[in-house]
């Protein structure tokens, strides 16, 4: 005759089965999930190259953006003309006004660094509108004052010296000042040299213990068009 011999109820025994048993068909069904997704994601791929999903795609998204797109480019397509590269910053500085605009309101990004992003897309714009304007003497009569004898075409009256040097003053700092300016924003285009922040960063490693992420915080400017995305 078999006896039956009961199994030791020992709490430990069932502490460790109660606590690892659970991990085990999670990690089962973690694996089924993963292989159905996997085969899930194949099958979309594979569906979104078809025509018929391509011509679906093209009237649910591409045409809407491509309405809405003309719409919002409508001034700057109406006046672009191809032989002066003052209608390409046109069109990248409407286009710029819509980047920050979803930047700005809409994006994911931390405050610290989309903030400082989004202040520089709002300099460059305001800097090409200065150029499109050619808004440098105005800029330069705030330094030196207005420009005498400034009705000359119509009065035939000649300048002074002293109207010439004065004007002459106010000329050379609006050609400084579209300079600077010009430079400035291709600087903020081009962004910082992040050889720069290697640099410093090693350096204050090597004095003081510190955190990377607040450093680099503190170096980042918001410059760089290729960090301009959410």
């Known amino acids: 005759m078999f006896s039956y ?5 020992d709490p430990p025994i069932y502490f460790v089965g109660s606590y690892f048993f659970p991990i085990f068909v999670k990690t089962i069904v973690m694996k089924v999930e993963f292989a159905d997704s996997f085969w899930k994601s194949l099958k979309t791929l594979s569906r979104q190259q078809t025509w018929w ?3 679906y795609d093209f009237f649910r998204r591409d ?7 003309i719409w919002f480019f409508r001034k700057e397509l109406y006046a672009f003309r191809s032989w002066d590269y003052s209608f390409n910053l046109d069109l990248f500085r409407r286009s710029l006004e819509k980047t920050v605009d979803t930047i700005e309101n809409h994006g994911h990004e931390i405050d610290g660094s989309r903030l400082k992003k989004v202040e520089k897309m709002k300099r460059s714009i305001q800097l090409i509108k200065n150029l499109r304007s050619d808004s ?9 004052g207005k420009i005498k004898n400034s009705d000359w075409l119509w009065t035939d009256k000649e300048d002074t010296e002293e109207e010439r040097v004065h004007n002459k003053k106010i ?4 050609r400084e000042i579209e300079e600077s300016e010009w430079k400035e924003l291709w600087s903020i285009i081009q962004g910082q040299d992040i050889k720069d922040y290697s640099s410093k960063n090693q350096k204050i490693k090597d004095s003081e213990p510190h955190d990377d992420a607040d450093s680099y915080n503190d170096w980042f400017d918001g410059s760089g068009l290729r960090g301009w995305w959410d």
Not at 136 to 144: G, K, R, T
């Open 5 to 9: 011999i009961p199994f030791p109820k």
């Open 53 to 55: 999903y391509k011509t």
């Open 63 to 69: 045409l809407p953006y491509f309405l809405e797109n």
């Open 136 to 144: 440098y003497v105005s800029l330069a009569e705030l330094e030196f």
């Open 171 to 174: 000329f050379t700092r609006a």
